[in-house]
């Protein structure tokens, strides 16, 4: 049998430009919040090479290609339940907002490429669903 080879690391980038998001800063919150208010961040977790699966702090910084990194590595991001998510740029410029993301995957078309994973079913290429948008 042949598998489909998927990357399983989201690229961000800037809608406007079309280039990564280089050094740029990533935040996880409540639903229908601003995350970058730590009081609204929820509790986020980065899937490693390994598969293993580990809390981080936020912001979460994406390197020059526009991947999440934790410790210098390229990660997954994994999240549990609906949630907000802001990019912000190097310079703290707002890039992306998505207000809710309900099974924890956004798709190119509503929000820029974004990726947050609720399990490894997401991950490995699930059909995204995203909720009516307003």
């Known amino acids: 049998m042949n598998n489909v ?3 399983p690391y989201e690229y961000f980038a800037d809608p406007t430009k079309g280039r990564p998001i280089f050094n740029g800063s990533i935040y996880i919150g409540e639903p229908d ?3 970058e208010v730590p009081a609204n961040q929820k509790q986020v977790y980065a899937r490693q090479e390994n598969g293993t699966e580990v809390a981080i702090p936020q912001p979460i910084t994406t390197n020059a290609g ?6 210098g590595s390229v990660i997954a991001i994994v999240v549990n339940g609906p949630h907000s998510l802001k ?5 703290g410029s707002q890039i992306l907002y998505s207000s ?3 099974n924890g995957v956004a798709t190119t078309e509503d929000y820029g490429s974004v990726l947050l994973a609720t399990d490894a079913q997401a991950i490995a290429g699930t059909p995204n669903v995203i909720p009516d948008a307003e």
Do not use: E
């Not at 990019?87 to 310079?91: E, G, P, S, Y």
């Open 5 to 7: 080879v998927i990357n």
């Open 33 to 35: 919040t601003d995350p």
């Open 66 to 71: 526009g991947y999440p990194t934790y410790n």
């Open 87 to 91: 990019v912000n740029n190097k310079d």
């Open 100 to 102: 809710n993301n309900y």
